[in-house]
T-cell receptor, first 114, second 114 residues
Framework: DADVTQTPRNRITKTGKRIMLECSQT?????MYWYRQDPGLGLRLIYY???????NKGEISDGYSVSRQAQAKFSLSLESAIPNQTALYFC?????????????FGSGTRLTVV | AQKITQTQPGMFVQEKEAVTLDCTYD???????LFWYKQPSSGEMIFLIY??????QNATEGRYSLNFQKARKSANLVISASQLGDSAMYFC???????????FGKGTLLTVNP
């Protein structure tokens, strides 16, 4: 099993629908992140969490919400999806580890809002 | 705030030649880390190399090396002996401060020609 698992891998949904993207990890990391990738814009941070009780907005949090159900689980919700939320979404975890902070990315969720 | 600038939207290189991908950064944090990730067409984010701001020597990982020039705030990635499988999008990223989140550049699309 992957260290960071995202479900679903691909999703097509209609405008106005609520959708949840799920992320679970087996790394034992405290920090979890949700990023969004659009062509030509790189990855941008939506939300991040340092533990179950510590959730913070990133640079593009409008239209999104998150839930940290447990240390290992961090879900991203789109309450009412709109077409410009069509993107590739990544979950990531991190912990201090020797010299490279130990970032681990999931495989991504391709979301299309029609 | 931290910022990464990648000025090369696309680069071409011949197989077996070396290529340098540019990255400049801006940060007010005295301690930070610089990362390079590879994203093939399949979409996953693959960690390549890390450089800490206090590391005295340039990081190397196999065919990848990071040319770190702290005074110039640059962290260029050098890929030696390019292979066809190196064709991908490459992202430079920086992490630092109290929240450890990664800030990404917009990426460089590398194409390796046979």
């Amino acid at each position: 099993d992957a260290d960071v698992t995202q479900t679903p891998r691909n999703r097509i949904t209609k405008t106005g629908k609520r959708i949840m993207l799920e992320c679970s990890q087996t790394k034992g990391h405290d920090r979890m992140y949700w990023y969004r990738q659009d062509p030509g814009l790189g990855l941008r941070l939506i939300y991040y969490s340092f533990d179950v009780k510590d959730i913070n907005k990133g640079e593009i949090s409008d239209g999104y919400s998150v839930s940290r159900q447990a240390q290992a689980k961090f879900s991203l919700s789109l309450e009412s999806a709109i077409p410009n939320q069509t993107a590739l979404y990544f979950c990531a975890t991190s912990d201090r580890d020797r010299n490279n902070y130990g970032y681990t990315f999931g495989s991504g969720t391709r979301l299309t809002v029609v | 705030a931290q910022k990464i600038t990648q000025t090369q939207p696309g680069m071409f290189v011949q197989e077996k030649e070396a290529v340098t991908l540019d990255c400049t950064y801006d940060t007010s944090d005295p301690s930070y880390g610089l990362f390079w990730y590879k994203q093939p067409s399949s979409g996953e984010m693959i960690f390549l190399i890390y450089q800490g701001s206090y590391d005295q020597q340039n990081a190397t990982e196999g065919r990848y090396s990071l040319n770190f020039q702290k005074a110039r705030k640059s962290a260029n990635l050098v890929i030696s002996a390019s292979q066809l499988g190196d064709s991908a999008m490459y992202f430079c990223a920086i992490s630092g401060g109290s929240n450890y989140k990664l800030t990404f550049g917009k990426g460089t699309l590398l194409t390796v020609n046979p």
